[in-house]
């Protein structure tokens, strides 16, 4: 546990600073300089690790509830954030309280149970998770290529065109390459 706690100490500091710097102060950054570097997102592989190793039960109720007031804090920060240089979406530290209860509640013994099985849903929750960390790795050139190509205003329209790409990218890559895909973008 006290890896976990520095990790995340050295990664919310990381994010903090560069929220910093892109949001607050106005600078323009490529996602691969401030998103790649390992201090940002090492304590969500961390926090994946002390998740394997343990037993996951754990009471959901105050994780939800800190997933709805993160959700709520990430939507003032945002409106916060715009008043200084017209940004406040992406990365900052109420959208890594999010992500860190929800991969809490997400990862819970409780839901995995409920998702194990045979169902369509269960399926297509393993299906994913089977290249969730392709995902990572390669959603963000879609959102900046989607919205140079063919600019969409809707949210949730943009999302699914941003997911549909992504997928397909992932599935073509596991079909032609498949040795490089696993090796290198992580599709297994």
Aim: net charge positive; charged share 10%; aromatic share 16%.
């Amino acid at each position: 546990m006290g890896g976990v706690i520095l990790f995340a100490l050295l990664s919310f500091a990381s994010v903090a600073a560069v929220n910093y710097y892109l949001n607050i102060q106005g600078h323009e950054l490529p996602l691969l300089i401030y998103g790649a570097p390992f201090p940002v997102y090492g304590f969500f592989f961390v926090l994946g690790v002390w998740l394997a190793r343990h037993p996951r039960r754990y009471r959901l109720t105050p994780l939800c509830a800190g997933l709805l007031l993160s959700v709520a804090l990430a939507m003032a920060e945002s409106w916060w954030q715009y008043s200084f240089h017209g940004k406040g979406v992406g990365i900052k530290m109420s959208v890594y309280l999010y992500s860190t209860f929800a991969i809490l509640i997400l990862f819970s013994r409780r839901l995995q149970d409920a998702y194990t099985g045979r169902s369509l849903v269960a399926r297509l929750v393993q299906r994913v998770g089977e290249v969730s960390f392709g995902v990572y790795l390669t959603h963000c050139y879609f959102i900046v290529a989607l919205n140079k190509l063919c600019p969409i205003g809707n949210w949730t329209l943009h999302w699914l065109a941003v997911t549909a790409a992504t997928m397909v990218f992932i599935l073509v890559g596991r079909r032609v390459a498949p040795r490089f895909a696993v090796q290198t973008l992580g599709f297994h």
